[in-house]
């Protein structure tokens, strides 16, 4: 029998605590315990702790030395339920759930938690309304039984089991940090910038830019305000719509050169600058606030840092300890895959079965050998380009893979007729909600649009990880559709991802290296040396125990580019 215990900690270091049954009630009384730490360690046996929230529970938990294997995070459970029942957006906090378990009044949530670099949060900010453990536990039994009304019950049951799961991982790789180097960092800022002037001003190179494209205009401009650099061009005789870095790149003008090269260094000055460093950098470890699910697919986010947006001559910073290494593994080509495993289309899961170049397979199928053809035409489908070149590629595509494009164009028609999408395990997208796009702009930074390749997708990455789909939160059903039909095949890849993070952080447990990075399709482990080589077995590992679990039995293998180096900046 599952030895399932319920906890909620005291305001006085302390915390009530009680046994469940298999129904999720009580199955003992209610005791009180003088000291949080000592209450979960006097119980090795318990398999699942049963708790309002992990952020609210789990770091003081770590500070003491105690580890737990698993928890079920009453919070995650009802947001997944929420969307589920096409309720996604309602408060979803226990005191929420409880009030409409009990039909009162539904309390809002409480504003997101700002972070604060390099120390706790402050203690004045709001906290959320307190629910007694008899009442918490009534809340989880009515989520158990509301799993069981799902169309999947052991698919949703699974997924909050993983997004739980997920929230152990985050909070030990917050306490844990991820080694850096101020050192090393210092050494880059000042090789690409240049010396600090007093007063916070523009360093060195950035000022020397700023001269160079004004020079190339013939008057002052302001590289840093795109209103200003657009009206320079248009006085040039050049019509921009944006200073994005794809537009600037096809105008022939002298001034383009330095201004690319001022975004770049504008960026990093502005997000991993001095600043930045002095803020996030504490004791030889950068320390973000990983959030998961933080986004309608279930992707994870920060709350600051940008840890989920580490330039890559930033990540020259990220060393190993004396003695230990870090084994940086990256999922190959894992959006075809997972469409192949949800799809089940035997051809496409016949190629996704190999652990070679599933774009070079396809091509050899479909497309007379013609690799970026076939890569374009498998991102197409899933990123919903039906146009143009596309609309041909994807015809190509749906002759040789019938059943996984039929899959997304099916998932993009509910979208556009406003009926739920879901993953494969239960993740619910709603029908008209998304991501705001406002947060793809950061205040004085320019920003850059994605790469052609990038372009093709119509969800990117924004600020900090925050994903944002364009013309999602409007009317617009086609705009709507596309966004469901990559919603089926990120969200999916977003669930085996959390299987994945589970299996190797109980893997791990046994050893001395620690999870220590996370983003979508790429994790990062710190170890020793000598635990190198077992460290990318279990990666390996874990990968295929996590496409099992997600996807059942299926030919569909899911390989990792993996790489041991001392530094990050090494890996790729």
Same mark, same amino acid.
Not at 148 to 159: I, Q, S, V
Not at 372 to 389: E, F, I, P
Not at 425 to 437: E, M, Q, S, V, Y
């Given at each position: ?375 374009? #035409?498998?991102?197409?489908? +899933?990123? $919903? ?5 596309? @609309?041909?590629? =994807? !015809? *190509? /595509? %749906? &002759? ?83 966004? #469901?039909?990559?919603?089926? +095949?990120? $969200? ?5 991802? @959390?299987?994945? =993070? !589970? *299996? /190797? %952080? &109980? ?66």
């Amino acid at each position: 029998m599952t030895d399932r215990w319920a906890l909620a900690p005291a305001e006085d270091g302390g915390a009530e605590v009680a046994r469940l049954g298999a129904d999720g009630l009580p199955a003992g009384p209610v005791a009180r315990e003088p000291d949080l730490a000592e209450s979960v360690r006097s119980r090795p046996d318990v398999t699942r702790w049963v708790w309002r929230a992990t952020d609210e529970v789990y770091p003081r938990l770590l500070a003491a030395g105690v580890r737990v294997e698993r928890c079920y995070d009453i919070e995650v459970a009802e947001t997944l339920l929420l969307g589920h029942e096409g309720r996604l957006g309602e408060p979803r906090s226990a005191a929420a759930a409880l009030a409409r378990l009990r039909g009162g009044p539904v309390p809002p949530d409480p504003p997101q938690r700002s972070a604060e670099p390099g120390s706790q949060s402050s203690l004045f900010e709001p906290r959320p309304v307190h629910v007694p453990l008899e009442q918490l536990i009534d809340v989880y039994a009515h989520q158990l039984r509301r799993h069981e009304a799902t169309a999947h019950p052991e698919r949703m049951r699974l997924l909050t089991a993983a997004e739980s799961a997920g929230t152990l991982v985050a909070g030990e790789m917050n306490a844990s940090g991820l080694p850096w180097s101020a050192a090393v960092h210092r050494e880059v800022l000042h090789e690409l910038l240049g010396e600090r002037y007093a007063g916070g001003g523009e360093p060195r190179r950035l000022a020397e830019l700023t001269d160079e494209v004004s020079a190339a205009f013939g008057r002052r401009v302001r590289p840093d305000l795109p209103a200003d650099v657009v009206k320079a061009f248009a006085q040039a005789g050049i019509r921009i719509r944006s200073t994005r870095r794809w537009e600037i790149e096809s105008v022939d003008h002298p001034a383009v050169k330095p201004l690319l090269e001022y975004k770049t260094l504008y960026r990093i000055w502005v997000a991993h600058g001095w600043s930045w460093l002095q803020d996030w950098v504490r004791d030889g470890r950068f320390r973000p606030e990983y959030v998961p699910g933080g986004t309608v697919t279930g992707r994870w986010v920060t709350n600051g840092g940008g840890a989920l947006q580490i330039p890559k001559v930033i990540r020259r910073a990220v060393i190993a300890d004396p003695g230990w290494r870090l084994v940086v593994a990256d999922a190959d080509q894992m959006e075809p895959r997972v469409l192949a495993a949800i799809s089940r289309d035997p051809g496409l899961m016949e190629v996704a079965g190999r652990e070679t170049d599933l774009y070079q397979s396809v091509s050899d199928r479909a497309f007379a050998g013609n690799r970026d053809q076939a890569k374009l #035409a498998v991102l197409g489908a +899933v990123y $919903g380009q039906t146009s143009g070149d596309g @609309l041909k590629n =994807l !015809a *190509a /595509l %749906r &002759r040789r893979f019938p059943k996984a494009v039929a899959y997304v164009d099916d998932a993009a028609r509910a979208g556009e007729e406003g009926r739920l999408v879901r993953t494969w395990l239960g993740r619910t997208c709603p029908p008209a909600a998304g991501a705001d796009d406002s947060s793809s702009e950061e205040a004085g930074i320019p920003q850059d649009e994605p790469g052609e390749a990038d372009r093709t997708a119509e969800v990117v990455q924004a600020a900090d990880g925050q994903e944002w789909a364009p013309g999602y939160a409007s009317t617009n059903s086609r705009a709507r559709g596309r966004f #469901a039909r990559n919603f089926v +095949v990120q $969200g999916s890849a977003a669930d085996w991802a @959390l299987l994945l =993070l !589970a *299996a /190797l %952080r &109980r893997t791990c447990a046994g050893m001395a290296a620690e999870l220590v990075f996370f983003q979508h399709d790429e994790v990062m482990v710190h170890c020793p040396a000598e635990e190198a080589d077992a460290v990318v077995a279990a990666i390996r590992e874990a990968a295929d125990l996590a496409g099992r679990l997600t996807f059942g039995q299926t030919p569909v293998r899911f390989p990792f580019t993996t790489a041991v180096v001392k530094c990050y900046a090494d890996a790729k």
